[in-house]
């Protein structure tokens, strides 16, 4: 059922890999809900990925761009507001990448080329994003932006690696550059921490199996789907939240706040007879 919650708003999407990615079911529900937007990738992710079916289901038009190259994000954002007609309502952040983990490096044994380019394309991108919209003024007042977390910026998750950095400091900006956004032109900023979410990138995680295997049993309504992502995500794009601003926001069953649970504790407990 379509509420038109999002009637009228125009956006930019990034990250929409293929069909498992939290961003491709995103651009699905906006369009579902009367939002228009362009979609945007790194060049070499859209030759991985599916991108162009996305955009001739959703009637929308795929604007490459290379998120951590500020001319490139300049370029998105002029096109985008020539072909949507207007500012930007909304922009999702959905953007992710680790060297580190790819090349099998230990946390304790990092690259830091590796780490600086993870660090760059999973975190400044969202600054040197935010930075454009604002010196360009793209932005209606009470627009939205949104970018995606996980709780290993706040918790050790051996094998999440560099990424728990990375995520750390991507909230951090959502704090810093939305109390500007928020006081200069009343644009809203903020984080999703999402539950382990099978994605193609996620699934580049050594354990992450484990990963979702641990919070379904922790989490006492169970895991976030990509699609329940998605559909929150909506409500954050929407004129619902119009005062929410500079939260990182879980999105994750209720595992952020659970010590332990009943499930848990019985696999230990079996462990032990």
């Known amino acids: 059922m379509s509420y038109n919650l999002l009637k009228g708003k125009r ?18 529900k906006v369009h579902e809900e009367g939002g228009t ?15 162009n079916e996305l955009a001739e289901k959703t ?3 795929v604007i490459p761009a290379d998120a951590t190259k500020v001319e490139d994000l300049e370029n998105l954002v002029d096109k985008a507001v020539e072909i949507l007609g207007g500012k930007i309502d909304f922009v999702l952040h959905s953007i992710g990448m680790s060297v580190n983990v790819r090349k099998g ?11 600086t380019k993870g660090w ?16 360009k003024d793209a932005m209606n ?16 998750f051996p094998d999440y690696n560099d990424m728990a950095d990375n995520k750390a400091y991507l909230e951090s900006i959502a704090r810093s550059f939305g109390y500007f956004f928020g006081k200069d032109k009343k644009v809203r900023v903020n984080t999703i921490s999402q539950s382990p979410t099978p ?36 409500t954050l794009f929407s004129d619902l939240t119009r005062k929410v601003t500079l939260q990182n926001l879980y999105h994750d069953g209720g595992f952020s706040n659970t010590g332990v649970s009943q499930e848990v504790m019985e696999a230990f407990t079996k462990d032990e007879e």
């Open 199 to 234: 994605t193609t990138a996620g699934q580049g995680v050594k354990g992450f199996d484990g990963f979702i295997s641990f919070a379904e049993k922790m989490s006492p309504l169970g895991n976030a789907t990509a699609e329940e992502c998605a559909e929150y995500t909506l």
């Open 59 to 61: 009637g929308s038009e």
């Open 141 to 156: 007042e009470w627009g939205s932006i949104v970018a995606l977390s996980y709780m290993a910026a706040q918790r050790v």
């Open 11 to 28: 956006g930019i999407i990034f990250g929409a890999l293929d069909e498992n990615s939290i961003a491709w079911k995103t651009a699905e």
């Open 37 to 51: 937007f362009v979609l945007t990738n790194a060049p070499i992710a859209m030759r991985m990925g599916s991108i």
């Open 105 to 115: 490096n230990h946390y304790t044994n990092m690259n830091y080329d590796f780490t």
């Open 120 to 135: 760059d394309v999973s975190a400044v991108s969202f600054h040197k994003t935010m930075q454009v919209l604002y010196k």
